[in-house]
């Protein structure tokens, strides 16, 4: 099944655009896991699968993950969702390894689009891997300093990854 969205007049993407640039993401994810221990390749995987699933349905604003050692946030990174990517460079995965840490502790949230309403989340609910719930915690990452970011793009569909350290 080939399907095709127009994020405006002039930019397009299709559902294998999509899949380009999550698989981009789900390589950031399994090397944050692994490099930092706090999430096996399984974990990872799965998470990238559900940022799929949910990109895919046009429900994603972006994907937070962050880093905590005993509690203390150290390092964060940001992905968020671009309908209109047209202009966005393409980078490689990977960039500054995630340190390892006493009590590692990985924290990925979620934001959905408004399209994400309660028929919505019913109708995709058994596409998940994860069980998602809702929290009010705090993603501004303000103990920490912007440290870069790369993009990740196919045609008008990417993810802007922004980074935060200590």
């Given at each position: 099944m080939?399907?095709t969205?127009?994020?405006s007049?002039s930019?397009?993407?299709?559902?294998?655009d999509i899949?380009?640039v999550?698989r981009?993401?789900?390589?950031?994810?399994?090397?944050?896991?692994?490099s930092?221990?706090a999430?096996?390749?399984?974990e990872?995987g799965?998470?990238?699968?559900d940022v799929?699933?949910?990109a895919?349905?046009?429900?994603l604003?972006?994907?937070?993950?962050?880093?905590f050692?005993?509690?203390?946030?150290?390092?964060?990174?940001?992905?968020?969702?671009d309908t209109?990517a047209?202009?966005?460079t393409s980078?490689?995965?990977?960039?500054?390894m995630?340190?390892k840490v006493a009590?590692p502790y990985?924290?990925?949230?979620?934001?959905?689009?408004?399209?994400y309403?309660a028929?919505?989340?019913?109708a995709?609910k058994?596409?998940?891997?994860?069980?998602?719930?809702?929290?009010?915690?705090?993603?501004?990452?303000?103990?920490?300093k912007?440290a870069?970011?790369?993009?990740?793009a196919?045609n008008?569909y990417?993810m802007q990854?922004?980074d935060?350290?200590?």
């Open positions: 080939s399907q969205r127009t994020a007049a930019a397009t993407y299709t559902v294998v899949e380009k999550v981009l993401v789900k390589a950031d994810l399994m090397m944050i896991g692994d930092t221990g999430w096996t390749p399984e990872a799965q998470y990238a699968h799929e699933v949910l895919k349905a046009g429900y604003e972006h994907v937070d993950v962050t880093l050692s005993d509690g203390v946030e150290i390092k964060a990174t940001r992905f968020n969702v209109d047209g202009s966005l980078s490689r995965p990977g960039g500054v995630w340190p009590k990985l924290r990925l949230i979620l934001r959905y689009t408004d399209a309403t028929a919505a989340r019913a995709i058994d596409k998940l891997k994860i069980n998602w719930t809702s929290t009010d915690a705090d993603t501004s990452h303000s103990t920490l912007a870069g970011g790369r993009d990740y196919s008008a990417g990854r922004k935060w350290a200590a």
